[in-house]
């Protein structure tokens, strides 16, 4: 992974073996900080990578008013994506922050808000508002484990309360004990 998917001391997304370059940016979610800062006990290189890529991610903060994450960083144009916001992107990049303790107690606040006042959605323009009523499963499921990295048995338990609405109960069904929109 070193020698392929790191360049400089930062993380990339893709290596292309045939031509021997790296691509151009970074998603911040596929930062895995946590995994980078357990790398650099073994490997000191890593050290000047956690560094480097908790910079990069944690620019990625959108506002205090959206205090969530946007999707993509530019090596090259040095700029952050700027379309619709993933949620499952997002909230696992927050997760990342969250499993160091650099994860904002706002965006921590925000997203617990949401779940709060009845739904956090899929995508969302980088204003904030959301883009249509999708809800995911998986979002409350990276949702509970931010919670559980920051010990918040009140939030954890709103996120899995909410995806077992989503669960399907009916016995007849396929998909009987799955995790969705039934």
């Known amino acids: 992974l070193y020698g392929t998917n790191v360049k400089n001391h930062y993380v990339y997304d893709m ?3 045939l031509h021997g370059m790296t691509g151009d940016s970074v998603t911040l979610c596929y930062a ?14 890593w050290d000047k990578v956690f560094e480097n890529m908790l910079d990069i991610v944690s620019g990625g903060y959108i506002s205090d008013a959206f205090p969530l994450y946007k999707g993509s960083f ?11 916001i993933s949620m499952v992107q997002s909230a696992l990049t927050a997760l990342s ?18 779940i709060k006042s009845g739904a956090v959605y899929g995508t969302y323009h980088q204003d904030g508002t959301r883009v249509d009523d999708t809800e995911s499963t998986a979002v409350y499921a990276i949702l509970a484990m931010i919670a559980e990295a920051v010990r918040d048995d009140e939030m ?27």
């Open 15 to 17: 290596y292309d073996d």
């Open 74 to 84: 530019s090596y090259t144009s040095k700029e952050y994506s700027d379309g619709d």
């Open 32 to 45: 895995d900080l946590d995994t980078m800062h357990l790398m650099a006990a073994i490997d000191p290189r």
């Open 156 to 182: 954890y338990k709103l996120c899995i309360d909410r995806m077992n609405q989503f669960q399907v109960t009916d016995r007849t069904s396929e998909v009987y004990g799955a995790f969705a929109n039934a």
């Open 97 to 114: 922050l969250a499993r160091i303790g650099e994860c904002p107690k706002r965006a921590l606040d925000y997203l617990k808000g949401c």
